[in-house]
Nanobody
Framework: QVPVVESGGGLVQAGGSLRLSCAVSGGGPRVIVNGADWYRQRSGLEREVVSVMSSDHTTNYADFVKGRFTASRDNAKTTVYLQMDDLQPEDSGEYYC???????????????????WGQGILVTVSS
């Protein structure tokens, strides 16, 4: 089990900003972050992709967040971020990070590919 801590969610007024963080490992096994995605699930709807970041930091965004959201990552800290600006009430929902990483397996003395999900964090935007 790879520890993951999401933070930065909360309540904000329309037009405001939040920055979500997803810190991977934090004292757990050694992890290499190769890519990271952000998803969200709004009330009564299915989970949808917000952004997809590849290993070279190239990022694609869903049309509904283009120009407002920016994903980034700090490999040294194994942390990924989602800067959300000009938030609107329809952006309210549970946000999840999904990290494509490699986890060091001690008894094998090597890294193995691993998909790591955040626990989800609530974002509420009031009108």
């Amino acid at each position: 089990q790879v520890p993951v801590v999401e933070s930065g969610g909360g309540l904000v007024q329309a037009g405001g900003s939040l920055r979500l963080s997803c810190a991977v490992s934090g004292g757990g096994p050694r992890v290499i972050v190769n890519g990271a995605d952000w998803y969200r699930q709004r009330s009564g709807l299915e989970r949808e992709v917000v952004s997809v970041m590849s290993s070279d930091h190239t990022t694609n965004y869903a049309d509904f967040v283009k120009g407002r959201f920016t994903a980034s990552r700090d490999n040294a800290k194994t942390t990924v971020y989602l800067q959300m600006d000009d938030l609107q009430p329809e952006d309210s929902g549970e946000y999840y990070c999904h990290v494509h990483g490699e986890v060091f397996v001690v008894h094998e003395s090597r890294y193995r590919n691993h998909q790591i999900w955040g626990q989800g964090i609530l974002v509420t935007v009031s009108s």
